[in-house]
């Protein structure tokens, strides 16, 4: 009772997790990318970007540029419009104008075993072929099995429950298996550059100031002002720290188990194609 | 502050709408669509199908196939499994087992434009032209366009590379060349991780009514035998419907505060763009989301 009252009293303080429920306003902006795809890299080099009197610190990137999964409804309230949020989500048409980054999903297996390990959220027995085979191949409901539930846990440990909504765990987020996550957004928005722009990991690693490029135009044209001069851009990319600094790409090619890697593309292989990554073994004769 | 105090109550009580706030159930069975595609004749269907003592009308559709837009949150968790519950999400990776329904989306923005002057969207100086144009902004709207719509649900491995190729200059396929056959549409996406997914085509349902509830019934595992079909058709026809909206169009939601001299229930046809729309408005829909009509076998009129 005393729960359910809590839960009711930060309903209504908007002092509840926004996740889900975030209430759009049509001029957001969103940065878009499944976890482990470098997403908190790019939302950082767009933080920075986006006010020249600092540098992004990890104090101020959630004020700069929130996410969904830490940001309370009442925070994203007073956000000064237009409001850029970092998301995981699957297609939302309500993201009017989303920027998504793509990244290689061997690379992003092996991101994401690595982070997942740090944090503790698998079990350390787990192997990586064990972890592509189990969860990052098969599981879709990421939301019910570890996705909300570390995120849960992490806001319980670090800003006591009554930050939680009531509501069911999934509520808080459904970013699904990696194919899942870009073919929705790629199936509804693929052949429509205005609404979504679409960045590729390694790209943005190779050329960040042409890849800048295309974000600073893409939010200016949405009413951002962003500098993404050459002398800014290479001064923002010392600013990346921590769980997001950069991997080289192409990591999978000595960590990851061949069967790994073949179990990667032969559910996905087509889709690695359409975003260009080269697959190791050749296309899967069932989709021919 | 009223209104701040008024949904919190709303939320307290769960008596807010569902929506992405829906506690999925692995059981739970959606008629997924974009709005104004045939959905409410599905529900119709369904719900006489299922409960053959009483022909469904809108005063009780809301309890039979209940919308998750619009039935309150802590009621669906009172209802008997599995639910079949209507939805117009885009694609929703919680949704363990998905009816589509697909309408060619010249004839949608045909219904749709009728739709939204009845509930006052618009007013009846609004061109359709206009309105054309306007439907095929992204953002506007919970639902999404028809293509995203579309594209988020019927996306998968083997049909990726029509959904991109616009970005690296040419698609693949020149206009009017059908690509899309039914095995095309099989690999993950929606379908993949052990889903069940039905598409179902609302011409095709028109063409053959009972053909088309038995395949659903099938994908249900519902025993229906042809008699009870046969019933849930009758019971569902566009006559009977129009007669039940007249009756009770004030005892559902959806209905309840619209103008009264435009039907809910319309014609009930296919290919009424040929003659409602313009060229130009038939040419702008076919060029926004041409790659899905040839994917699911509707046929371009304009070659661009």
């Known amino acids: 009772m005393m729960i359910r009252l809590a839960y009711l009293a930060n309903y209504f303080l908007e002092r509840d997790i926004a996740g889900r429920a975030l209430f759009r306003l049509p001029d957001d902006l969103f940065v878009v990318a499944y976890p482990g795809s470098g997403g908190q890299w790019l939302r950082r080099l767009i933080a920075n970007l986006l006010d020249p009197s600092s540098p992004v610190t990890e104090a101020n990137v959630m004020s700069r540029l929130p996410d969904l999964y830490h940001a309370s409804r009442r925070g994203f309230a007073r956000m000064n419009r237009p409001r850029i949020i970092f998301s995981h989500e699957c297609f939302d048409p309500e993201y009017r104008k989303a920027i998504y980054l793509v990244r290689d999903p061997r690379d992003v297996a092996v991101a994401l075993y690595e982070q997942r390990r740090l944090g503790g959220s698998i079990e350390t027995f787990l192997s990586l072929e064990q972890f592509v085979s189990d969860f990052f191949t098969t599981k879709t409901d990421e939301y019910g099995g570890g996705w909300a539930e570390e995120f849960s846990g992490l806001i319980k440990a670090k800003q006591g429950f009554s930050y939680r909504s009531r509501l069911k765990d999934e509520y808080l987020g459904t970013p699904a298996s990696w194919g899942e996550n870009v073919m929705s957004w790629i199936g509804a928005r693929g052949r429509d550059p205005d609404a979504m722009l679409l960045i590729r990991y390694e790209d943005l690693l190779k050329d960040p100031e042409a890849e800048l490029g295309k974000v600073a135009e893409f939010l200016n044209l949405a009413g951002v002002g962003l500098d993404a001069s050459l002398e800014r851009v290479r001064s923002t990319l010392k600013v990346a720290q921590g769980h997001a600094t950069p991997q080289d790409p192409g990591k999978w090619k000595t960590v990851l188990p061949e069967t790994a890697a073949q179990a990667i593309e032969s559910v996905w292989g087509p889709v690695m194609t359409a975003m260009g990554y080269a697959l190791q073994v050749r296309e899967v004769e069932q989709y021919r | ?218 994908f249900l595992g519902l025993e229906a035998s042809s008699e009870r079909i046969e019933q849930a058709v009758a019971r569902s026809s566009a006559d009977s419907m129009r007669k039940l909206e007249s009756a009770q169009n004030l005892q559902w939601q959806t209905t309840r505060e619209t103008r009264k001299d435009i039907p809910f229930v319309r014609q009930a046809k296919s290919g009424q763009w040929r003659t409602a729309l313009s060229a130009k408005s038939i040419a702008e829909i076919e060029s926004a989301w041409g790659h899905l009509m040839r994917l699911t076998g509707y046929e371009l009129a304009s070659i661009s």
Request: proline residues 7%; positive net charge.
């Open chain 2, 1 to 218: 502050m009223f209104g701040h105090l008024r949904s919190a109550a709303r939320y307290a009580l769960g008596r807010d709408s569902s929506l992405r706030r829906h506690e999925v159930w692995p059981d739970d069975i959606f008629l997924v669509s974009f709005p104004k595609s045939g959905n409410t004749w599905t529900r119709f269907l369904l719900g006489n199908l299922m409960n053959p003592d009483k022909p469904v009308g809108f005063s009780d559709i809301e309890r039979v196939v209940p919308d998750i837009a619009v039935f309150p949150r802590a009621d669906f968790r009172k209802l008997k499994r599995p639910r079949l519950i209507k939805s117009h999400d885009c694609f929703d990776p919680r949704y363990r087992r998905v009816i589509y329904i697909i309408r060619d989306p010249r004839d949608v923005a045909v219904s749709l434009y009728y739709y939204a002057k009845k509930v006052k969207n618009i007013d009846d100086s609004f061109s359709l032209e206009a309105f054309v144009t306007r439907m095929l902004v992204p953002g506007r709207s919970y639902n999404g366009t028809w293509g995203e719509h579309a594209g988020s649900w019927l996306v998968n491995a083997s049909n990726i590379a029509e959904f991109t190729s616009h970005q690296n200059g040419t698609p693949p396929h020149a206009a009017g060349v059908p690509v899309g056959s039914p095995g095309k549409m099989d690999a993950p996406g929606a379908r993949g991780h052990g889903r069940e997914f039905l598409l179902v085509r609302y011409e095709d349902f028109l063409l053959d009514a009972h053909a088309g509830l038995h395949q659903i019934a099938d």
